[in-house]
């Protein structure tokens, strides 16, 4: 076994990034993913960018209700408890 | 007593505060999964304002067998449902439970240097490069984001939203979405390798 045969290569990890992120690696892939990662920088930028994707998307705002939304729910509330 | 019995006892009880809070903390995901179903926007609000009517009218029934939040759920997915085959339109069911086989890349393959390389087999042809801190952080990239989150097929956008935007565990979305582990797995993977290439590009165009 050569050892290139081991590694894995950049298109192999970018399929790997969710799982790596999820704990869902074997110790093994784990050690194989973070060795990649260790020597390549397209690899390391190509990570730190799904993070930032991660991070913005929670920086999103959630949708909110209405003001008038909110008070035909809390009129229905009222209802419900005088009924 | 627990937050929960605490919280549902106030219900009962009417404490408007305590449904106020309560609409405020589920209605974006409640609208976020009725987007599986429905169509629109409007209609995914529509579903949430049927689910909270729905909640009301079994809050006296509860058990408590299960969480409030999966009971709550549960009330939404019927209400969507049942919406959508009166509508007529067909349920993404098979597709919530299987991400489909076809294997989707998530990074073109001509990105990468041919398998066959001699030296640099599925090595990067053209690297990412780090993005601007600045333009990252600019209102127009969370347009972008949010516009390619828009774009995503259904269920691959209900993962990521709940997990990415609202914050939720993935057992949370798996038992949210009834969904395997490794189902939610490959949706999320899917789903933020696409938004991820949506950002790329619209960064990069930027820079260029």
């Avoid at chain 2, 689910?51 to 939040?69: P, Y």
């Avoid at chain 2, 347009?143 to 914050?167: H, K, M, Y």
């Avoid at chain 2, 939720?168 to 189902?183: G, H, K, P, Y």
Wanted: glycine share 4%; charged share 30%; hydrophobic share 40%.
């Amino acid at each position: 076994m050569t050892v290139y045969a081991e590694q894995l290569s950049c298109q192999e990890l970018v399929e790997l990034v969710t799982d790596y992120l999820e704990g869902a690696l074997s110790e093994e892939e784990t050690v194989r993913f973070e060795s990649h990662i260790g020597r390549c920088d397209g690899c390391q930028a190509y990570l730190e960018q799904i993070r930032q994707t991660v991070a913005l998307s929670g920086r999103l705002s959630a949708g909110v209700l209405s003001p008038e939304a909110e008070r035909a729910l809390l009129d229905a509330f009222r209802d419900w408890r005088s009924s | 007593m627990s937050g929960e019995a605490q919280l549902i006892d106030a219900l009962r009880k009417g404490d408007e505060e305590a449904f106020r809070e309560l609409v405020r903390e589920y209605q974006p995901s409640l609208v976020r999964i009725a987007r599986i179903y429905v169509p629109t926007q409007a209609a995914a609000e529509d579903v949430a304002a049927e689910t909270w009517l729905g909640v009301l009218k079994g809050l006296d029934r509860f058990e408590g067998r299960s969480s409030l939040r999966t009971w709550i759920f549960r009330i939404l997915t019927n209400i969507a449902k049942t919406r959508a085959v009166r509508d007529g339109r067909t349920l993404p069911f098979s597709a919530m439970q299987e991400p489909g086989r076809v294997p989707e890349a998530a990074v073109d393959a001509d990105r990468f240097l041919d398998p066959e390389h001699p030296r640099w087999p599925g090595h990067w042809a053209v690297k990412p490069e780090a993005w601007p801190e600045d333009a990252l952080l600019a209102a127009e990239t969370r347009e972008r984001l949010a516009e390619a989150i828009e774009a995503l097929p259904a269920t691959q956008r209900a993962v990521i939203s709940l997990r990415d935007i609202e914050g939720w565990s993935s057992e949370e979305v798996r038992n949210a979405l009834d969904l395997s582990e490794t189902n939610q797995r490959v949706l999320l993977h899917r789903a933020r390798s696409k938004v991820r290439a949506a950002l790329e590009s619209y960064l990069q165009e930027d820079t260029a």
